[in-house]
């Protein structure tokens, strides 16, 4: 059974970094593509960023790109989202994912498991 120890979150201020990193459980982690996804109060849920299982093809938001980073550790079973120069439109509860060995990285889809989500607050 998935599971997802969630680190990071909180609230900080426009322009401050962030690191958030979900150590997940319960599968084979370095099979699957590991993606981030948000969901700002009152809005559908998008995509953030993702990687994929052998760590080199990741794809980002448009919005994110440039600011924000996604890295994994397999080792450790561990993904993490680098968000740099916060915005309050940032302002979400993000959410670790994880899909088997696919390559549609923004489809939410296609991901079979999903963490519990960290809300992540920028005040302007």
């Known amino acids: 059974m998935f599971s997802c120890r969630r680190l990071g979150g909180g609230l900080v201020q426009a322009g401050d970094s962030l690191r958030l990193s979900c150590a997940a459980s319960g599968i084979a982690f370095t099979f699957y593509t590991m993606g981030w996804f948000r969901q700002a109060p009152g809005k559908e849920r998008e995509f953030v960023t993702a990687?994929?299982?052998?760590?080199?093809?990741?794809d980002y938001a448009d919005s994110e790109k440039g600011r924000f980073t996604i890295f994994r550790d397999n080792a450790k079973n561990t993904v993490y989202l680098q968000m740099n120069n916060l915005k309050p439109e940032d302002t979400a509860v993000y959410y670790c994912?994880?899909?088997?060995?696919?390559?549609?990285?923004?489809?939410?889809?296609?991901?079979?498991?999903w963490g519990k989500g960290t809300l992540v607050t920028v005040s302007s």
């Open positions: 990687i994929k299982w052998s760590g080199v093809t990741t």
């Open positions: 994912a994880a899909g088997w060995r696919h390559s549609d990285l923004g489809a939410a889809s296609r991901y079979s498991y």
